[in-house]
């Protein structure tokens, strides 16, 4: 059996740390689930219980034991977590990981989304030596989109209906960074 992935500590622009999810994470998670459009595009319960808030941080033990991907904890300069990063490796056996990332609302507007995904990107590239990272963005997120191209994304194109949200197909622009490009 192959042994679980390592979620290391790292650290990120703006006196940012990431890290492994903690059942003391719950409040977290708990903000995430208030958010209109958090839980549409990921695993977050909604509506939170603390039982579906455990159940969240177990799913991401349970990629690093699955060796599906690096969930990290993103945490202010004042100590407090605010958001999540995550490298998905589905894609990994071809060269390629991608990387997702959201912010709670009340951490929103501070580059925190930038400093964290780049942090990432630079130690899946450099580190792990993945060759290629890739990104996906609702066109009418501007906030993201700005943070992918902070980050040094480049926009390749747009998959019409390329994902689920909530109840429809969306389309997604796809952002690319090759190693070598940072």
């Known amino acids: 059996m192959e042994e679980s992935l390592d979620v290391p500590e790292l650290a ?37 219980s603390e039982s579906e808030g455990v159940a969240f941080i177990e799913r991401q033990w349970g990629r690093a034991t699955g060796r ?25 056996g071809q060269g390629r990981a991608s990387l997702g990332y959201w912010v709670v ?32 963005v609702e066109p009418w997120n501007a906030a993201s989109v700005r943070t992918a191209e902070r980050v040094g994304f480049h926009r390749e194109g747009l998959l019409r209906g390329w994902q689920q949200v909530g109840t429809e197909r969306r389309d997604m622009f796809m952002y690319s960074l090759l190693r070598g490009e940072l």
């Open 68 to 92: 599906t991907g690096y969930p990290f904890v993103i945490v202010n300069a004042d100590g407090l977590p605010v958001g999540n990063v995550g490298l998905w490796l589905k894609d990994s």
């Open 105 to 136: 609302k009340s951490a929103r507007g501070q580059g925190i989304a930038s400093a964290a995904s780049s942090a990432v990107a630079h130690w899946a590239l450099n580190t792990l030596r993945i060759p290629r990272l890739e990104l996906y």
């Open 12 to 48: 990120a622009g703006g006196g940012c740390t990431l890290r492994r999810w903690n059942l003391s994470d719950l409040g977290l998670v708990r903000e995430a689930a208030q958010d209109d459009y958090i839980p549409l595009i990921t695993t977050v319960p909604s509506p939170y």
